[in-house]
């Protein structure tokens, strides 16, 4: 990473999502493990990154993909075991890659023990650790609220006494196989901070934290409603839970991050999850769902500068992750934008388009002040599956919205490494099952070793771009400039000798004379920039493009 010596590792560190299910299989059985992982580590030091961040890899009856844990101190078999877990931590370390766990507080598996001893008997104590309410009406057959989920479909599920009658409800703002936990219970907060700690003796570096600005909910349980306040989405309760996990890390030696899944539309309220005492960082949303668009992405960039300035968080890049439609396909679309309310298939993308935007986007969002994150199969620049057929998908998304919404398998595709077919030595030779979800043929072109050595490659494009990160002072954490620039073309300085241009017209915009460059996105016309491109720039001295 380019920050300071001074500077801790996570303001200015590349962090490389991997999610594990989906990365390498080494066992054959078609779903990625740790021993995949191991024995990839060395594509993540080719790539530079600093930071591996791994999602959910705990045993879970998988109706989430993982994000339903049912023991949180453990490996769920399908991935390896503890001490898998553990070798890889320190193997990781030992090449200079620092360790991100995925932690899941809101809610846990249905087959987690205290939901288990919650739904034995209607007196068990463990009830208190959810939200369990009685139905509304005579015999309590309708749900406590209307909320709605993120995932689709209800919040609320009733459940059977043990003597075979109906009884109460419980909420699950996600499945129903993810019953949410009730953080007003000191038990709750002691088990996690309890399992945090866990973690951090082992040694990981980092954090993240599954919906953080959801666990306390309003306990009057009011309805939803377009004018008052969201019942279970940013209340002010939720705050105090970080400030006690931050002493927790605080008292860690090292660098220790929590690093919050925050998706909120306003960046005061967002800001506010990094005050000092808080979260050290949390994903850029914002800029992730950007639209490709010169005055749109200066405004989010300006927007995300000023929220982060006045508490001195840094800001954080993100462009893909398991969650939405990546953004090759995106960006090739004619609405560029990302909103899991609009989220449909089928609609025409122009992958090349697509692609080169990207390009141009890793070198934007590389080199903006703060942390960047690459989603695994971004350096490869995988496109968005839309063909995978019904009795193959796995989102809960999907199903629960009878297919209207796509929901994320398309994103979750197992990354292709070599060879011409699948399962592109994503599972061993001679494996007995095919990757849980189908890769398509067109993929032998963006295999790890195709790209490898291809100086036009996606690949070697952020190789690069990472190798040059590392080696700029100026890059990582730290303040930027704009500069005056044309029309459509976004232009900043990170330090006297380091300039960004990316240009989002339509045409062709002039290079500044006597810079040397370091590093473009695609190919340059002459002295031309051409539309859907960037450039790294040395400069001597302050030198930007001329103003229109
Ligand atoms: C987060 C995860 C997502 C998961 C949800 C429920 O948004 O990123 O994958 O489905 O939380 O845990």
Not at 63 to 73: C, F, K, N, P, T
Not at 187 to 211: C, K, N, P, T
Not at 379 to 388: H, N, R
């Amino acid at each position: 990473m380019s920050t300071t010596d001074s500077s801790p590792w996570w303001r200015g560190a590349v962090i490389y999502q991997v999610y594990p299910r989906s990365f390498a299989d080494d066992n054959g059985d078609g779903v990625g493990d740790i021993a995949g992982i191991r024995s990839r580590l060395d594509h993540l030091s080719a790539l530079g990154v600093d930071a591996i961040w791994f999602s959910p890899w705990y045993p879970s009856p998988m109706a989430d993909a993982g994000y339903d844990v049912s023991d949180y101190r453990d490996i769920d078999p399908v991935f390896g075991t503890l001490r898998e877990a553990e070798e890889l931590i320190g193997e990781a370390h030992a090449k200079g890659l620092r360790v991100i766990i995925d932690l899941v507080p809101n809610h846990c598996s249905d087959a987690h023990p205290w939901f288990q001893a919650a739904l034995a008997s209607p007196d068990a104590p463990e009830r208190e650790l959810f939200w369990f309410r009685p139905g509304r009406g005579p015999d309590g057959a309708g749900k406590p609220t209307d909320w709605v989920s993120p995932l689709n479909g209800d919040t609320w599920t009733r459940t059977t006494n043990p003597d075979g009658t109906p009884g109460e409800w419980y909420l699950h703002l996600f499945a129903p196989q993810q019953p949410d936990f009730n953080w007003d219970h000191p038990r709750v907060r002691a088990e996690f901070e309890d399992i945090l700690r866990f973690w951090l003796d082992r040694g990981v570096d980092g954090i993240r934290i599954d919906s953080a600005a959801m666990l306390a909910k309003d306990p009057t349980l009011p309805e939803m409603s377009p004018d008052g306040p969201n019942p279970f989405v940013d209340l002010d309760a939720v705050h105090d839970i970080y400030r006690s996990w931050r002493r927790i890390t605080d008292s860690y030696p090292g660098e220790r991050a929590l690093i919050g899944e925050v998706w909120l539309p306003d960046q005061q309220r967002f800001a506010n999850y990094l005050r000092p005492d808080e979260l050290h960082a949390a994903f850029n949303f914002d800029f992730l769902g950007c639209a490709w668009d010169p005055a749109a992405l200066r405004a989010c960039i300006d927007a995300t500068l000023a929220a982060h300035a006045p508490i001195g968080a840094p800001a954080t890049w993100v462009l893909s992750n398991h969650d939405v439609t990546r953004h090759v396909t995106r960006y090739g679309r004619e609405d560029t934008t990302f909103s899991f309310a609009a989220k449909r298939e089928g609609v025409p993308s122009d992958l090349e388009l697509g692609t080169r935007r990207a390009r141009a986007a890793a070198l934007l969002s590389l080199s903006l002040p703060g942390a960047a994150y690459v989603y695994q199969g971004e350096e490869l620049g995988l496109w968005e599956v839309e063909d995978i057929p019904h009795e193959l998908r796995q989102d809960p998304m999907y199903h629960r919205s009878g297919g209207v919404d796509p929901g994320r398998d398309g994103c979750r595709v197992p990354i292709p490494w070599s060879g011409e077919t699948p399962p592109f030595g994503f599972s061993p030779d001679g494996a007995t099952s095919a990757p849980w979800l189908p890769q398509p043929a067109d993929w032998k072109d963006r295999t790890v070793r195709a790209q490898t050595g291809d100086e036009r490659s996606m690949l070697e494009l952020y190789r690069e771009a990472i190798r040059i990160r590392r080696a700029e002072p100026g890059l990582g954490d730290g303040t930027m400039t704009w500069l005056p620039a044309p029309n459509g073309v976004l232009a900043y300085r990170r330090s006297p000798a380091f300039t960004c241009l990316v240009n989002l017209s339509t045409g062709p915009v002039p290079l500044p004379p006597h810079a040397e460059r370091l590093l473009a996105s695609g190919p340059l016309e002459d002295d031309l920039l051409p539309p859907d491109t960037a450039v790294w720039l040395r400069t001597a001295g302050p030198a930007g493009p001329e103003t229109a």
